[in-house]
């Protein structure tokens, strides 16, 4: 087991020289500014670009949150605060 976690930190220094290598450096993580608009439709990581199928499930969250509005306003509130 100690070996299979090793393969990492063996790669890293193979080919850095470093043990531990941070491999993330031009990345940030910025909470009051959380890039929606590019995660759901940009070319680059855009959700909805890349898996058209969940509009159909977009629009079927919708139509639940209109028949059935017990279930679907808290499935509405699930993924708004997931996404």
């Known amino acids: ?3 299979f976690g090793m393969v990492q930190p063996l790669y ?3 080919t850095t020289g470093e043990w531990i290598f ?3 450096t031009n990345e940030d ?5 959380p890039y929606l608009k590019e995660y759901l439709f940009s070319y ?3 959700w909805l670009l ?3 199928i969940i509009v159909f499930g977009l629009i079927g969250l ?3 949150v209109k ?3 017990g279930i679907g306003i808290p499935l509405l509130l699930f993924m708004i605060l997931n996404i």
């Open 1 to 3: 087991m100690v070996l």
């Open 12 to 14: 890293w220094h193979y």
């Open 22 to 24: 941070d491999s993330y």
């Open 29 to 33: 993580f910025k909470l009051l500014s």
């Open 44 to 46: 680059k990581k855009g």
């Open 50 to 52: 890349y898996t058209p």
């Open 62 to 64: 919708f139509v639940t």
């Open 67 to 69: 028949k059935n509005r």
